[in-house]
């Protein structure tokens, strides 16, 4: 409570944002955060509040900030790569696939077929398995506490297989320029069959903990709303600008990774509450699952990484019998391989939302500029918007809506 | 005739002495515009029914450090009907960091903008709340410059860990 103007020096700096009556002590500015539990991590909310109505909401962000973008100009492309992971820390495939893509695009790498079909395949698991725990947490935020063990036991099931094939759990960096890192050891498909045999029994226990429950619909219904067009003025991408019925999603606008052969829907939602974004998740579970189907079916025999000795390291079988293969290794990892001199954009559809790499190249074997362009960061900054006029209670409810990522925010 | 192409050759047409050059790279298409006529040509962009350009997907920077002009401020628009991608590449002339804000024309722009202000030290003129975002408040230089070197916060171990100490702002026992 502050009398006749804010103290806090702090909190000095951020008067222009709140109205008249918080300088006055008529309304009441509350922090909160970042070591809240339901924020999803250190997200800081600077809250001005009318009684338990929120006039206005000022998220602060930064303290997860690890100049990664800074810490990749100093890499070569291959060693960026295992940076890329530790963004986003639930969409770990996805943010390989991100970067291994502009790379791609920047240097003129081809990718072989079997390669692409994993990645597909692997990228659409990481997205159930981020939806998981979305899930989980979002729940869990209100007051649904048990879904969160039942979705990290699904959830456990799918890094059971990332470390089958990485022989990582989240920090996979198994998609690489030129394909993936090696091919996927026997049981892997198998595993992924009885994955995908197993889930939809258990998506349907958590429709019967959720979607009709009272309390839950109470909580979510007529939420947190944002209309379509103003979604996307404020550049909200992903589930979020879906749940306000716009049919949005990066996989079929831009495709990439050959998922113009892939079928599915674009689930989208109709009055932009939390409750309907529940609903695309919920849904986007199902579609998910019918790519990773058809993958299955599509995956066939066949290198998985690019035969380009310059961008990927020979098979470790030649390295016995060839000096050229034992060159290419040595500048490979010693120095690297160089990009033109260019920019490209390239964006994904992340679980939550439009992943965006821009990268700049220099001729040198180094990015001169590499930018993220992170959903996580786009969609919060719209978080007031949805939250104005809602009480105090509802605001954990809008944060799991969007599903932020403070890694992916702060970089 | 795409959406691009039309698109080019009427921004050719209106801002023809505006635009610095208009570059094609893995079918990606750059155009480089005068800071001057920045907002007009986003505001052109976004405003003609017939280009429609509402999305501003992406805003950031580059600092080419020694060559000049030294920033580039680039603009990641998009068409959402056929979605197209369009590039607007502003450089400022020689080793300036001011331009103006593009929040009236994309309300999104503005934590772009503050995190270019935050890590490039590129000043928006008429931005509304032009703070730092990442980086802490009292935070001295600007991280994505290539003139700041990485890793200069020195790492402190046991036999090191007074010394380093001394040096550092923040007060001592």
């Known amino acids: ?411 | 005739m795409n959406h691009i192409e039309k698109t080019v050759a009427i921004l050719k047409e209106k801002f023809g002495s505006s635009l610095l050059r208009v570059a094609e790279f893995r079918g990606e298409t750059t155009v480089a515009v005068k800071r001057s006529a920045l907002i007009d040509i986003l505001r052109f962009l976004k405003d003609t029914p017939d280009l429609n350009y509402a999305f501003l997907a992406d805003l950031t920077a580059r600092d080419n450090l020694p060559a000049e002009p030294r920033f580039v401020v680039v603009y990641q628009l998009r068409e959402l009907q056929s979605n197209t991608s369009l590039r607007i590449a502003c450089p400022l002339p020689g080793q300036e960091t001011e331009l103006p804000t593009a929040t009236p024309v994309f309300i999104n722009a503005n934590w772009y903008e503050r995190e270019l202000f935050d890590l490039f030290g590129l000043t928006f003129a008429g931005h509304p709340d032009l703070r730092r975002i990442v980086m802490p408040d009292d935070w001295q230089g600007y991280p994505l410059r290539k003139d700041y070197p990485v890793g200069c916060e020195e790492v402190q171990f046991t036999f090191n860990f007074d010394d380093i100490d001394r040096r550092k702002p923040y007060a001592k026992s």
């Not at chain 1, 820390?89 to 081809?110: F, P, R, T, W």
């Not at chain 1, 003025?233 to 049919?247: K, V």
């Not at chain 1, 040595?330 to 954009?345: D, H, I, N, Q, R």
Request: hydrophobic letters at 40%.
């Open chain 1, 1 to 411: 409570m502050f009398d006749s103007e804010l103290q806090d020096p702090q909190l000095d700096k951020l008067k222009h944002l709140f109205s008249h009556r918080a300088l006055t002590g008529e309304t009441m500015v509350l922090n909160m955060g970042p070591q809240h539990p339901s924020t999803h991590g250190v997200l800081r909310l600077v809250l001005e509040l009318d009684g338990e109505i929120i006039i206005n909401m000022v998220p602060i962000i930064g303290y997860l900030h690890t100049g990664v973008e800074k810490n990749m100009e100093d890499k070569t492309f291959l060693q960026a790569l295992v940076m890329s992971d530790r963004l986003d820390y639930l969409n770990n495939m996805g943010n390989n696939l991100a970067y291994s893509l502009a790379v791609e695009k920047l240097v003129g790498i081809d990718v072989p077929e079997r390669a692409q079909v994993l990645r597909v395949m692997l990228v659409e698991l990481q997205r159930i398995a981020s939806h998981l725990v979305w899930l989980g947490t979002h729940a869990g935020d209100m007051a649904a506490q048990s879904m969160l063990f039942y979705t990290f036991r699904e959830r456990d099931d799918i890094l059971d297989i990332f470390e089958m094939i990485s022989g990582q759990r989240m920090m996979t960096s198994y998609i690489r320029p030129g394909g993936v890192w090696r091919d996927v050891p026997s049981g892997f498909v198998e595993a992924v069959r009885a994955f995908i045999d197993r889930l939809p029994a258990k998506l349907k226990e958590y429709d019967a903990l959720l979607l009709n429950n009272p309390i839950w619909l109470d909580r979510t219904k007529n939420i947190g709303v944002i209309d379509g067009q103003s979604a996307l003025a404020w550049g909200i991408t992903g589930p979020a600008l879906r749940g306000s019925g716009i049919a949005y999603d990066i996989r079929k606008a831009m495709p990439y990774s050959g998922y113009e052969q892939y079928e599915f829907d674009v689930p989208v939602g109709k009055n932009g509450d939390v409750y309907d974004r529940y609903l695309v998740r919920r849904e986007e579970f199902h579609q998910s699952l019918r790519i990773v189907d058809q993958a299955l079916r599509r995956l066939s025999p066949g290198p998985v990484i690019t035969s380009d000795r310059k961008v990927a390291a020979p098979p470790r079988s030649e390295l016995g019998t060839s000096m050229e293969a034992v060159i290419h290794h040595f500048k490979l990892y010693t120095e690297g391989f160089s990009a033109p001199e260019g920019e490209v954009y390239v964006a994904v559809e992340s679980p939550r939302g439009e992943l965006g790499v821009y990268l700049v190249g220099n001729g040198g074997p180094r990015p001169h500029r590499i930018h993220w362009r992170t959903p996580s960061f786009v969609n919060l900054q719209a978080l007031p918007v949805m939250a104005r006029q809602h009480y105090i209670a509802d605001v954990v409810g809008i944060i799991g809506s969007i599903d932020i990522v403070l890694g992916d925010a702060d970089r």
